[in-house]
Structures are given as structure tokens and as C-alpha cells.
Nanobody
Framework: QVQLVESGGGLVQPGGSLRLSCAASRFTLGDYAIGWFRQAPGKEREGVSCISRRDGLTYYGDSVKGRFTISRDNAKNTVYLQMNSLKPDDTAVYYC???????????????????WGQGTQVTVSS
């Protein structure tokens, strides 16, 4: 079964850091652009970041630019999201997903993605 599994969420104080992981199984991660999205209670799902298939081109939402860094390790079939200088507004469930079309580039739009993980909760609070 094709699957993505997120991990690394938790409770952190404002200004702190977390690293999220998105591990792929039963498909080659390197064949797809992978996106990170988040959804806070009462809000729509928001595109956070994306990394392209092989050339490493990246996308960041305006609210996280300069604070979050996406990377991938194709040998480990895993994508990471390093989150620094976290703010209470970053509190949400974070999901990773793959582009529907292998080889397609990054997109900030969730309808271009499939194979969503179960999500990992990030809470930023003092």
C-alpha cells in the first residue's frame, strides 16, 4: 500500500524548533514532488512548503519563509521540514502528500496532491 507517514510533531515553546519527517513506503519518493500542508482548527488547509522531484527546487508559503526549511533524502525515502522560530500561529496538524503526477513540479494547491499522511500535531505554546 502506497503510504506517507509523518512524525516529529509535539509541544514547543514560542521561538523553539521542531523537525518533521515524512517517510514514504511502497513508492520511490524521488519520483515525486512532496508538499507539506497544515490545517488549524476552523481554518482551511494551507500550503506550507514543497520540494521538487530531483533538482531540489523549493516553495515556501509567505508565513513560513525564512523560518522553515524543507529537504529530502531520497536514499532514506524521507522528506524533512525543519521549523525554527516557531510562533503560536504555527499551531496546526501538519500533513505531507505527493503530487498526483510523477515528475510534476511543486504546487501550493492541495488538490494537486494525493496519498496524504495521517498528520502530526504541532502545538506552539508557552
Amino acid at each position: 500500500q502506497v503510504q506517507l507517514v509523518e512524525s516529529g510533531g509535539g509541544l514547543v515553546q514560542p521561538g523553539g524548533s521542531l523537525r518533521l519527517s515524512c517517510a514514504a513506503s511502497r513508492f520511490t519518493l524521488g519520483d515525486y514532488a512532496i508538499g507539506w500542508f497544515r490545517q488549524a482548527p476552523g481554518k482551511e488547509r494551507e500550503g506550507v512548503s514543497c520540494i521538487s522531484r530531483r533538482d531540489g527546487l523549493t516553495y515556501y508559503g509567505d508565513s513560513v519563509k525564512g523560518r522553515f526549511t524543507i529537504s529530502r533524502d531520497n536514499a532514506k525515502n524521507t522528506v524533512y521540514l525543519q521549523m525554527n522560530s516557531l510562533k503560536p500561529d504555527d499551531t496546526a496538524v501538519y500533513y505531507c502528500a505527493r503530487r498526483k503526477v510523477a515528475g510534476a513540479g511543486c504546487s501550493p494547491l492541495s488538490y494537486n496532491y494525493e496519498t496524504w499522511g495521517q498528520g502530526t500535531q504541532v502545538t506552539v505554546s508557552s
